[in-house]
């Protein structure tokens, strides 16, 4: 990121706390090792929109950093409850409900989430192998198997987003906000501000191909099980 454009989000973030750009200062200064700036940032922001999908996610990672798992967990099950696609919300939760030594049951339904939609996820699939009976690892198995072979009807519910997940203002909505998203990597921000771009009577071919840049990038992260 460029001084500029560090300024120009410092300037956003300053001017409205709750700004659809908070996530993203926040994450520029975790990224630096910024801690106390980023939770700063972050907390102002999620005063203001509790209901930020990625605020909440980044908030869950300065937590960790800061050795603060519990309130990790918190923000990562409101990530996930919200949007249930969110691989790497997923991921994060199932490790830290082990360092927090949940109970089995519990950590075995986070397991199982991950994998309907990360079925090759080798973490999970050795603990269901290790800390669940036979017969249950096999069941596991078989839905992983059902999910990779089968394309049902139920598979697009797993991965719809949810209309709502960050309320992006009509005004604020445009191809430079969604295209600093996906620069970032949150992809399902930019598709949200993309839909308000789209209402606004964007340009048709801009956002078709901004959308089939964005449908890339998320099945690469999908196959590659970034973290």
């Not at 096999?138 to 997940?165: A, D, F, M, Y």
């Not at 445009?174 to 993309?194: R, W």
Request: hydrophobic share 40%; glycine share 4%.
């Amino acid at each position: 990121m460029s001084q500029f454009e560090k300024k120009w989000l410092i300037e956003e973030v300053n001017s409205n706390l709750g700004s659809p750009y908070f996530p993203i200062l926040s994450h520029f200064y975790l990224k630096n090792n910024e801690l106390d700036l980023a939770f700063q940032v972050c907390k102002s922001g999620l005063k203001v929109v509790p209901e930020s999908i990625e605020g909440n996610f980044i908030m869950a990672q300065i937590h960790i950093l800061n050795n603060n798992l519990n309130e990790a967990e918190k923000n990562l099950k409101f990530v996930v409850k919200r949007h249930p696609a969110h691989v790497n919300a997923w991921k994060l939760l199932f490790q830290i409900q082990n360092d927090l030594r949940r109970s089995k049951k519990s950590i075995k339904s986070i397991a199982t989430s991950l994998l309907k939609i990360n079925p090759n996820d080798n973490e999970c699939l050795i603990w269901l192998q290790n800390f669940v009976k036979p017969k249950e690892v096999i069941s596991e198995e078989k839905v992983s198997e059902n999910l990779s072979q089968k394309p049902t009807k139920k598979e697009p519910e797993v991965i719809t987003i949810p209309e709502e997940i960050i309320p992006i203002s009509k005004r604020m909505a445009s191809f430079t906000l969604a295209e600093i998203y996906q620069k970032q990597g949150y992809f399902y921000q930019a598709i949200e501000v993309l839909k308000v771009v789209e209402q606004k009577g964007g340009n048709r071919r801009r956002l078709k191909n901004i959308r089939n840049q964005i449908d890339e990038a998320i099945k690469l992260q999908m196959e590659e099980g970034i973290d």
